[in-house]
């Protein structure tokens, strides 16, 4: 079992519509990534968050420690949101240090339909 | 102010040869990350340095493949012997920090094809 799964694989919505992507990982983490990358480019982050709830723009992204559970929004989708979204957590504790070392989801592929 | 660089863009080899990829990070990062994405999945860690040192390389899948940073500052990643597995898009990540978990800054990649 990989240590950070996302769902869905493949999204596809229209134009307008309310976007959810989940991510669940396995292990203790200091602080989840939320990453955009589009195709033949590089990646963006998106969101750092190790509590709560960010904000920017359209998206949204929260997490729960607890659970070991993340969530990625884009509300009023476009077109123009048609990429990959990774998650990836970080700060992953191995003998009592942690660092900056990301593991990944396999990313969730998302086209958005005009 | 600039950011992550990596030179070549894309590069094109043979099985069996060299070949070295640089990667520029933000000055004044002491965090340095390479990582490697292979077609349709997510990037995999192979090596991440701390000023000059290597902290953790657990990540590279064997000996043919090393990285340095000699200055604390640009990284080359050398792959010897190249493998048509070795195909993938090469990343590197910098960050101001090691000790707190920081935001991590993406290079373009470098897209490696070996024949």
């Known amino acids: 079992k990989n240590e950070v799964e996302q769902s869905p694989q493949n999204l596809t919505a229209q134009e307008g519509e309310f976007i959810t992507i989940n991510c669940s990982y396995s292990?203790?983490?200091?602080?989840l990534h939320w990453l955009q990358q589009h195709p033949g480019g590089g990646i963006v982050s998106l969101f750092m968050?190790?509590?709560g709830k960010k904000k920017h723009g359209r998206l949204i992204a929260t997490i729960n420690i607890q659970e070991k559970h993340s969530s990625l929004h884009i509300t009023a989708s476009h077109p123009r949101d048609s990429a990959v979204y990774i998650c990836?957590?970080?700060?992953?504790?191995?003998?009592?240090?942690?660092?900056?070392?990301?593991?990944f989801g396999q990313g969730t592929i998302l086209t958005v339909h005009p | 102010g600039a950011g992550v660089s990596q030179t070549p863009s894309n590069k094109v080899t043979e099985k069996g040869k060299y070949v070295e990829l640089r990667c520029d990070p933000i000055?004044?990062?002491?965090?340095l990350y390479w990582y490697r994405q292979s077609l349709g999945q997510g990037p995999e860690f192979l090596i991440y340095?701390?000023?000059?040192?290597?902290?953790?390389d657990s990540g590279l899948p064997n000996d043919r493949f090393f990285a340095v940073r000699p200055e604390g500052s640009v990284s080359t990643l050398k792959i010897q012997r190249t493998e048509r597995g070795d195909s993938a898009v090469y990343l590197c990540?910098?960050?101001?920090?090691?000790?707190?978990?920081?935001?991590?800054?993406f290079g373009p990649g470098t897209r490696l094809t070996v024949l």
């Open positions: 968050l190790s509590s």
């Open positions: 340095f701390q000023g000059t040192g290597a902290a953790d």
């Open positions: 990540a910098s960050s101001v920090t090691r000790d707190r978990v920081d935001e991590q800054f």
């Open positions: 990836a957590v970080g700060g992953t504790y191995a003998g009592g240090t942690s660092y900056g070392k990301l593991t």
């Open positions: 000055s004044g990062h002491t965090a």
């Open positions: 292990v203790g983490i200091s602080a």
